[in-house]
């Protein structure tokens, strides 16, 4: 890993209180996160009150925050994991982390346990470089560089907007898959990090990730939702509609994704079995989902974050709306998300 200055204050920690008991789940990370500010979000469902240790330096919100903040009429509902979402909109830090409250700390290739702040901010703080790919991975690793071949006047890359780390054990598969491997783990550490190329989409997952909120946060949204959507990852498919969104959107606008380290390790949670009756609506979206973003194109008038997505609900709404009616309401989610952004997201004193 480079030897990345990381300014404390510029970094927000958001957590999603999916679990009342967030005791363990802080300490194990207590090592890698204390010195940062934390911004924890109760699921706004959940009854019980939550449990926090003590030695950090924490904002809890919960459901009378977010109505007061935001109101209760909004198009956009900040349950289950989405409630992560309410943490992005009021931080005013420039980066973001985010972790499930399933998953502790990895340890690597030699039995380390894994910094997964100082990988991601790293991984934001160097260039991407989406144009051309080095075969080397991350040319801005310590030992790598370009390849022979690779174009000098790409060489100094763009701006790295969004790192999308990786899992150890159980790692973010879909229910079918898990139902039907349900012994199978990740214990595969691969030692890279590269860049997603332009046009090409990944599935984004929000267990393990971190952006730039000064340039791409506002195109980091809870949208699309599931008619039977649950509280299990196996059962959203929010953060996979956010991240084809914002990988448009980061193309669109020259910026990078990185993908691959930092590595968590994810804790067991739920029965896939019982998932799939949920996500099965989803994985059947997904096979209209794809092609539309495959071929979306953004105005060149679109030249913020805000204008990309206000842009994106628009065609969402023309061209998907008429397949599902989830994808007319996601649209609406969509601009009500730059509405909240502008007055929320950029006035309140928040964090």
Aim: include cysteine.
């Amino acid at each position: 890993m480079s030897n990345t200055t990381i300014n404390d204050s510029d970094v927000d920690i958001v957590v999603a209180a999916i679990n009342p008991d967030l005791k363990s789940f802080l300490d194990e990370w207590r090592p890698f996160i204390s010195q940062f500010h934390l911004i924890i979000v109760k699921d706004p469902d959940m009854k019980q009150e939550l449990q926090i240790p003590e030695g950090f330096n924490a904002n809890v919100y919960t459901k009378a925050d977010i109505t007061r903040m935001v109101g209760s009429t909004t198009s956009i509902a900040f349950s289950g994991y989405s409630c992560r979402y309410f943490g992005y909109l009021v931080s005013r830090k420039k980066y973001i982390i985010s972790i499930d409250d399933d998953c502790t700390p990895a340890r690597d290739s030699n039995g380390d346990l894994v910094d997964v702040v100082a990988q991601h901010i790293t991984n934001l703080k160097t260039p991407a470089t989406p144009f051309f790919f080095n075969t080397l991975y991350d040319p801005f690793r310590k030992g790598a560089d370009f390849v022979r071949g690779y174009p000098f006047s790409l060489r100094s890359g763009v701006t790295c907007a969004l790192s999308c780390g990786l899992w150890l054990n159980l790692a973010d598969l879909d229910a079918p898959t898990q139902a039907l491997k349900p012994e199978q783990r990740n214990s595969r550490y691969v030692d890279a990090v590269l860049t997603v190329p332009v046009r090409a989409l990944l599935p984004v997952s929000g267990i393990n990730i971190a952006f730039d909120r000064e340039v791409v946060g506002p195109a980091l949204f809870p949208a699309l939702r599931l008619a039977g959507e649950g509280k299990f990852r196996w059962e959203t498919m929010e953060d996979i509609w956010c991240g084809m969104c914002v990988k448009v959107i980061c193309d669109h606008l020259g910026l990078g994704v990185k993908t691959g380290m930092p590595y968590v390790w994810r804790k067991e949670r739920g029965d896939a079995v019982q998932s799939l009756k949920k996500e099965w609506e989803g994985v059947k979206l997904m096979e209209e989902v794809v092609p539309f973003f495959q071929s979306v194109r953004l105005p060149r008038s679109a030249v913020t974050a805000e204008d990309c997505v206000v842009s994106m609900a628009k065609t969402v709404k023309e061209e998907l709306g008429k397949v599902d009616p989830m994808f007319a309401r996601a649209s609406d989610a969509m601009e009500a998300w730059v509405k909240l952004w502008k007055s929320v997201g950029s006035s309140s004193s928040g964090a």
